[in-house]
C-alpha cells in the first residue's frame, strides 16, 4: 500500500474544543463507538444491515478526510452463535472464548463493508494496562497514529480474551473516552439503540436532554438498567460516564443512535452532547477516577476532608479515623468524608495491614518511630483525584486556598491539583 503524506489524511487535530454539536460537521479527528445492541442479536449474531449501513456513513466521512477511529462492541456477542451459545454467558472464560471467535467474524464484516469504499481498516485490540502505563500508551499512541497516517480507520475493541475480571473494561464506552483521549481526538461519539440520553428510562415516557453542560444537567437524570436487546453491558450508565471523562477533559461528547449516525456527523441536531469545558488530563487520573477498581476505603475527619478536597492537598496519617478493605501499597483507595461521600480517590503508600497503628499520629511522632523510610503522605496529592468539594456543614466550599496547612493537621504542603469530578 502506498504511504499517504501530503493529504488530508495526514491533518493535524485542532487544538481547540468544539463548541457545540454543528461543529462536528468540521471535525478532524473523531472516535465514534458503537454499542452490542446496535450490531448484534443474541439470536442472529452479527446484524449485516447494520454493521454495513454504519461503515456506509463512516466511509463516506473518511473519503471526505475526516480521521475515523471505530470503537466497536460486539466481539462476545457474534461468537455466541457459533460457539452454540444461547445467550451471553457469565463465566469469564466463555466470555473470552466467544470474543476469540466473534472478533475475527466482526473484522471481516468490517474489512468488507469499509472496502466496498475502498477504505482501509485495521484491527487495534487494547487492554486498561496498554493505556495507562507511560510506555504502552506512547506505543498505543504511535501505532494510531500512523495508522491515521496512511488513511486506515482504526478498529478498536478491547482484548477480551486475555483481559481479567482484575483489568478488565467490560463496556466499550470508557475505553472508546480513554482512545479519544489517547488519540487527542475533536469529539467521541457514543452510539446506541437509543436516539439520546433521556431523564430518565425512555420506555417510561421520559423527556431528552438536549445537552449536558456539567453534573448539576444530570442530577435528577434516573438510569435504567441494561437495554432492552441483552447483549450490551454498560447500559446507559457507562456511556453517561465516558462522555462526562471526555467532557472533562476537554473532548466534547455526543450520544445519539446508530441510526442518527450521519446526522450527528453532519452537526444536526441530534442526541445529547457533552459540552468539552475541562483541560486535557493525565490519563493516570482518568483511570483512577473513572475506571480503576477500588480496593478499600479511609475515612477521613473533617478538617482533611476540607484540605484534600478544597485545598488540594496530600492525605496524611493525622486526619485518618478509619480503613476498610484490604489492599496493598500502590493499590487504588477511596478516601471519604465523615459522612460517608466519597471525596476523592487516590493511591496508598501503605497497606491496608500498616494503617490501623498509624491513624491520628502526627508526621513526627511517626518520623520517630518508623525512621528514615517513612513516606509521609498516605496518599500523595500528585496520585488524588477529587470527585466532589467537601462542604462541611453544608456551607460552600470557597475556592482553592494556598495557605499553608496548619500544624498538626493531616494535609501536607499545596501541589498541583487534581480535579476532574463535579
Ligand atoms: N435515562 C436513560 N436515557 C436513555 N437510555 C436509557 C436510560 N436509562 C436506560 N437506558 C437504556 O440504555 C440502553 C443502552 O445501553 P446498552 O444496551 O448497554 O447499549 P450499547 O450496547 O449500545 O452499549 C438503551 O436501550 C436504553 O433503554
Ligand atoms: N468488548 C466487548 C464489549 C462488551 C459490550 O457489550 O459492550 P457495550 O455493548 O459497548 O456495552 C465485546 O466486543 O463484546
Known amino acids: 500500500m502506498t504511504e499517504h503524506t501530503a493529504s488530508p489524511t495526514s491533518v493535524p487535530a485542532p487544538k481547540r474544543a468544539l463548541r457545540s454539536r454543528s461543529g462536528l460537521a468540521r471535525a478532524q479527528r473523531i472516535v465514534v463507538k458503537v454499542g452490542s445492541s446496535s450490531l448484534t442479536t443474541v439470536a442472529g449474531g452479527i446484524s449485516d444491515e447494520a454493521l454495513t449501513a ?21 466481539a462476545i456477542s457474534a461468537g455466541l452463535a457459533p460457539l452454540g451459545l444461547a445467550k451471553r454467558p457469565t463465566q469469564l472464560s466463555s466470555q473470552q472464548a466467544a470474543a476469540s471467535v466473534g472478533q475475527g467474524l466482526l473484522m471481516a464484516r468490517y474489512t468488507e463493508a469499509f472496502g466496498r469504499h475502498g477504505v482501509t481498516v485495521s484491527q487495534v485490540l487494547l487492554t486498561v494496562e496498554d493505556l495507562m502505563r507511560r510506555t504502552t500508551h506512547a506505543n498505543a499512541n504511535r501505532a494510531m497514529e500512523r495508522l491515521l497516517n496512511f488513511g486506515v480507520v482504526p478498529i478498536v475493541n478491547e482484548n477480551d480474551t486475555v483481559a481479567s475480571h482484575e483489568i478488565r473494561f467490560g463496556d466499550n464506552d470508557r475505553l472508546a473516552a480513554l482512545v479519544a483521549h489517547l488519540v487527542k481526538a ?135 479515623t478509619a480503613v476498610t478493605g484490604h489492599f496493598e501499597p500502590g493499590d487504588p483507595v477511596a478516601i471519604s468524608d465523615p459522612a460517608g461521600n466519597v471525596i ?79
Open 54 to 74: 454504519l461503515a456506509d456513513v463512516l466511509a463516506v466521512r473518511r473519503a471526505a478526510g475526516t480521521e475515523i477511529i471505530l470503537v466497536s462492541s460486539g
Open 186 to 320: 475533536d469529539a467521541l461519539i457514543l452510539l446506541s439503540d437509543v436516539d439520546a440520553l433521556y431523564d430518565g428510562p425512555p420506555s417510561e415516557g421520559a423527556v431528552r436532554i438536549p445537552q449536558v453542560t456539567g453534573m448539576q444537567d444530570l442530577e435528577d437524570v434516573r438510569i435504567g438498567k441494561v437495554g432492552k436487546a441483552g447483549v450490551g453491558t454498560g447500559g446507559m450508565a457507562t456511556k453517561v460516564e465516558a462522555a462526562t471523562i471526555s467532557a472533562q477533559s476537554g473532548i466534547p461528547a455526543l450520544v445519539t443512535s446508530t441510526a442518527n449516525a450521519a446526522a450527528a456527523l453532519a452537526g444536526e441536531d441530534v442526541g445529547t452532547w457533552f459540552v468539552g469545558r475541562g483541560r486535557r488530563q493525565p490519563v493516570r487520573l482518568l483511570w483512577l477516577a473513572h475506571v480503576a477498581r477500588i480496593q478499600g476505603t479511609l475515612v477521613v475527619d473533617d478538617g482533611a476532608a476540607k484540605a484534600v478536597a478544597d485545598r488540594r492537598r496530600s492525605l496524611l496519617a493525622a486526619g485518618i
Open 344 to 422: 476523592a480517590h487516590g493511591l496508598t503508600n501503605y497497606a491496608s495491614d500498616e494503617l490501623p497503628q498509624m491513624l491520628g499520629r502526627s508526621t513526627r511522632e511517626l518520623s520517630k518511630e518508623l525512621g528514615r523510610s517513612f513516606e509521609r503522605a498516605v496518599v500523595h496529592v500528585n496520585d488524588l483525584v477529587i470527585l466532589q468539594d467537601h462542604k462541611s456543614g453544608g456551607a460552600p466550599s470557597g475556592p482553592p486556598s494556598g495557605a499553608s496547612a496548619a500544624p498538626g493537621s493531616a494535609v501536607a504542603s499545596p501541589e498541583s491539583a487534581n480535579t476532574l469530578g463535579g
